[in-house]
């Protein structure tokens, strides 16, 4: 158990398809991330939300739509998305602030396959 | 989840042994280091850390050890055993304006062998 909730773990869809995944974080933390982790590339930032804003987009194509309602939850909205984006999605979470750095702690990911 | 796919260097023990895997980082104003290791399903899960003001940090079977001079990190494993299969990534953190930006490497698979 990481404190960290992915959902779904799996998740299929064609191209035309909408669908959001979601991240629950348990450890109190105000910093939230997406990763994605394909076969061709290392561990990738996405997007970074710290105390409910975004202060991070990693030069995300638009079909990608992050959403942080509160300093728990973090969703990624997915629409007409492509073949290559088929990939390991991870969400992270981490205190940031005060004098010291902490680790990020991560969700086990959603497995997503692009049709 | 690993990277599969990815031309990952791979490291074979037998177990028992101690083992080591090395990683070189990039930026020279990164003040802070993470190994991570990531299972067949699962997401990276932290090991062990060390700040840019020590050289050495040991946890339970693992010890880091950073050289700055030469931008060189290494995690090594006493008496590996075969659960420690996994793919394994060290971790650059730079701040950025108030949040942890992770810079990943490609990452060491590490077979152990009964």
């Known amino acids: 158990e990481t404190g960290v909730t992915q959902t779904p773990r799996h998740l299929v869809m064609g191209m035309t398809n909408k669908k959001s995944l979601k991240c629950e974080q348990h450890l109190g933390h105000n910093a939230m991330y997406w990763y994605k982790q394909s076969a061709k590339k290392p561990l990738e930032l996405m997007f970074v939300?710290?105390?409910?804003?975004?202060?991070e987009n990693n030069s995300v194509p638009s079909r990608f739509s992050p959403e942080c309602p509160n300093s728990s939850h973090l969703f990624l909205h997915l629409h007409t998305l492509q073949p290559e984006d088929s990939a390991l999605y991870l969400c992270?979470?981490?205190?940031?602030?005060?004098?010291?750095?902490?680790?990020?702690?991560f969700g086990d990911g959603t497995r997503l396959s692009i049709l | 989840g690993e990277s599969v796919g990815l031309h990952l260097p791979t490291l074979s023990v037998q177990e028992g042994d101690n083992s080591i895997i090395n990683c070189a980082y990039s930026?020279?104003?990164?003040?802070?280091f993470i190994w991570y290791k990531q299972e067949s399903g699962k997401g990276p899960q932290f090991i062990i850390d060390?700040?840019?003001?020590?050289d050495k940090r040991q946890g339970q079977r693992v010890t880091v050890l950073l050289n700055k001079t030469v931008k060189h990190l290494s995690l090594q494993i006493a008496a590996t055993q075969p659960g420690d299969s996994a793919v394994y990534f060290c971790a650059e953190i730079i701040m950025n304006t108030g949040f942890q930006k992770l810079v990943f490497g490609t990452g060491t698979r590490l077979l152990v062998s009964p």
């Open positions: 930026n020279s104003a990164s003040d802070y």
């Open positions: 939300y710290n105390f409910k804003e975004q202060t």
């Open positions: 060390i700040r840019s003001n020590m």
């Open positions: 992270a979470s981490s205190q940031v602030g005060g004098r010291t750095n902490q680790p990020q702690h």
